[in-house]
């Protein structure tokens, strides 16, 4: 995310240059720029995270901050990550924005549906001024008093909001308003969206005083319909925003009015695509002086005694890329040399469960510590009941058990007395087949506690024979570095009939 804010400020930046630059130029030239950069804004983030891209690191002079400490187990509680607080506040601006736009967009369709006339030229009394709007289908909606407009006034404004359906001006300001949305904490993007807007109404004054219209006429009509005006999503043909600086530019004999010429919009659309070639393909790793970014930590057990030789690996949310480490014998791991970002982390070991973090973030120069506690993981059990019979298709419900393999430092229960289920002769008779699931906790003295079945649709006679015989069970506990431990067990007991 980082990047993209960087590409879309150095996009404006340039767009702020060029039209700096270009003061002689006409307003539709410069609206030109500023269309391209709103492009540019929104094709971003999409561009990099599909394309792919390359890695630079460059050794450039950053301060390291203090080191990072984040403590992370299956037990205790999580750090909670800076970065997924802003995403969250920025998901909520963004949806309250978006909700915004829709609400006006539906308000603006009521009134469109309910207005009279012919297309494009439509007369709705709920609005108080002229304006442009619809994205497929654009329409001139005027006030119920224009029909007392004289034909001065009422030319004015059909050729200035014709001019904005021509230039397709509201689609382009959706995808502005679309902009604002996505990134409206960032206030180079408000401050292009009141650039591209002045442009607009500058571009389409010119385009109606190209028509023959008397300047000072055309700023009078403006001044006078600057009272009554529509915000978002339409296109008023008069504001308060910008009005002095367009009537000095409509009164001055000496403005460019040309229209943009085609070599403006292929200069435009070249210099874009320059910019977004390296933003969205590269990516800078500043390397700082005083070290690289890493990721080190402990790998331990519920006792806290160290897990030497578990499989441990980052992958970089960012690019997209993993990385594999090994637990040394003294637990300790370490991911050195690492790019700055987003990271997940695993940690797998036979015979415990698998331990996963998300959202680490790994600032430019700084080294976190992520200390990983495994919990044992669960055993499965399975046994079969046959006997002699005919098997009911449409009543068997056979599922295939799960193995988990356990091995490392934990030594696995073994089961030294086994009660075996007794088939229940009625569902013998019936042909009814079935796989019973149980879970179960195996005590530290071997015992079965807490046994559960976790099968969906299986006969239930079948669930009491399995649980009857399985709670007579014994087992050699588990032993975690020499000591017995509780751990949880599946059991699956197939009833099975042999023909």
Partial sequence: MTSVLFGITLVLTVAFAATAAMRR????????VWTCAFAAVLLLAPLRWRLPHRVYTAALPVVAPATTVLVTSADEPRQVDPTQILAGIWALGTAVFLIR??????????IVRAAQGSRPILTNPRIRGPIVTGLFRPVI?????????????????????????????PAILFAVHLATALYWFHP?????????????????????L?????????????????????????IPMATTSHLESRVKSILDPKTNRSFAARTT???????????????TSITLHAQSASGVSGITGTVTDPTGAVVPNATVKVTNTDLNTTDTAYSRADGTYTFPNIAPGHYTLSVLQPGFTPFHVESLNVPAGDTIQVRARLNVGSINQSVTVAAQGVPNPQAAQATAPMKIRVGGMVQAANLIRQVKPVYPSDLKAQGIQGTVTLQ?????????????????????????????????WRYKPTLLNGEPVEVTTNIDVNFTLNQ
Wanted: aromatic share 4%; with cysteine.
């Fill in 265 to 279: 919009w292929l200069a435009a659309v070249a210099m874009t695509a320059a910019l977004l070639a390296p933003l």
């Fill in 101 to 110: 736009l829709l609400r006006n967009a539906g308000r603006l369709r009521s």
């Fill in 440 to 472: 179960a906790v195996i005590a530290k003295d071997g015992t079965i506690q807490s046994l559960s079945s976790i099968s969906g649709s299986v006969n239930q006679e079948l669930v009491t024979a399995a649980m009857d015989a399985v709670s007579q």
């Fill in 141 to 169: 909606l005027l006030p119920a008093e224009s029909e007392s407009w004289t034909s001065g006034r009422r030319r004015a404004v059909i050729a200035h909001e014709s001019a904005h359906i021509r230039r397709y001006d």
């Fill in 188 to 208: 180079l993007v408000w401050f292009a969206a009141s650039r591209i807007r002045a442009e607009s109404e500058r571009a389409c004054d010119d385009a109606a």
């Fill in 25 to 32: 130029a006409s307003a539709a030239s410069r609206h030109v």
């Fill in 210 to 234: 190209n028509l023959g219209l008397l300047p000072s006429g055309y700023a009078g009509h403006l001044l006078d319909l600057a009272r009554k005006f529509e915000p978002q999503l339409a």
